[in-house]
């Protein structure tokens, strides 16, 4: 998901790139309850008629399922902020905080996509400067990086207001 946030007390921009989370966390929750106790019932059943080895097996498949969740959960709240302060464009990753920040000067800046004919490659979307290249846009689908794209360039473009970190 692109989306172009302002700051209401200063009026300055910035471009925040997420991955699409179509659960909360909740409804997460939710989906590894039900299954576990679909799973303990038709395990009970079965145990019933002395096959008693796979109640353990069940609730394996309960916990193995809540962390294969829990784990994509936190990998879809990764996220990326692209901002332009003065004349520099700063890209700042994460999933709470900033982990890693790059900086490319504005003015040399290039936006680079590549779009494959194939509907099933989603195709790359890179920052190019001076002989470095900054990938972005990596949780997007194919449409997204289209709005990214143009989105990016729209930053990059002299008489548009500058862009920079809110917080």
């Known amino acids: 998901m692109v989306s172009r946030q302002v700051n209401s007390k200063t ?51 309960f916990l193995l399922v809540f962390f294969c969740l829990s784990k994509a959960y936190k990998r879809l709240g990764y996220m990326e902020v692209i901002s332009r302060i003065g004349d520099k464009l700063v890209v700042e990753s994460g999933y709470d905080k900033p982990i890693a920040s790059s900086e490319l000067p504005s003015d040399w800046t290039r936006v680079q996509f590549d779009d494959p004919p194939s509907a099933f490659d989603v195709g790359r979307l890179r920052l190019k400067c001076s002989g470095q290249s900054l990938e972005i846009g990596q949780v997007l689908n194919k449409e997204e990086k289209r709005m990214l794209y143009k989105e990016v360039l729209h930053c990059l473009r002299v008489d548009q207001p500058q862009l920079r970190l809110i917080s």
């Open 11 to 61: 009026g300055i921009a910035q471009i925040v790139v997420r991955a699409n989370k179509s659960m909360s966390w909740r409804a997460n929750v939710w989906l590894a309850a039900s299954l576990g106790g679909l799973s303990a019932v038709f395990g009970g059943i079965i145990a019933t008629e002395g096959f008693w080895m796979v109640l353990p097996f069940a609730g394996l498949e």
